[in-house]
């Protein structure tokens, strides 16, 4: 839980599709002043070696105003990146992330950042 109430999480499967693909299912959360975000993803993994593997995930983030109950939008995204296994359960991904929101008060806003995630 962050300072002000905020709440985020990460749920995942993974699945083994054969000695060096994987494909799987993500979904994060996060709930912070008025708004609450769901965001399901598709997860593809290619492993280089045993600690280095390739990423691309694919998902929607859906936005919606607590104060009203409604969807307010979304957020279609994309990101490729570069993962390294520290520990058995331990990971750093580096990566690209593009998106484009579609928020009814705001003009489509199409996104594009470095994201650098530490799973533990």
């Not at 993500?26 to 593809?44: C, D, K, M, W």
């Not at 990423?55 to 919606?64: H, N, S, W």
């Not at 750093?92 to 929101?101: D, H, N, P, R, S």
Request: no cysteine.
């Amino acid at each position: 839980m962050g300072i002000n109430g905020e709440v985020f999480t990460t749920g995942y499967f993974d699945y083994q599709l054969s000695e060096k693909f994987s494909a799987g299912l993500e979904r994060n959360y996060a709930y912070f002043g008025t708004h609450e975000q769901i965001t399901p993803s598709l997860v593809f993994k290619y492993d280089v070696n045993e600690k280095t593997y390739l990423f691309t995930r694919v998902g929607k983030t859906y936005d919606i105003d607590q104060g009203s109950g409604s969807e307010q939008g979304g957020l279609i995204n994309v990101n490729l990146g570069l993962g390294y296994r520290m520990k058995k359960k331990r990971v750093l991904e580096v990566g690209i992330f593009a998106g484009q929101t579609n928020i009814p008060k705001l003009p489509p806003i199409n996104q594009f950042s470095l994201s650098i995630r530490f799973r533990f």
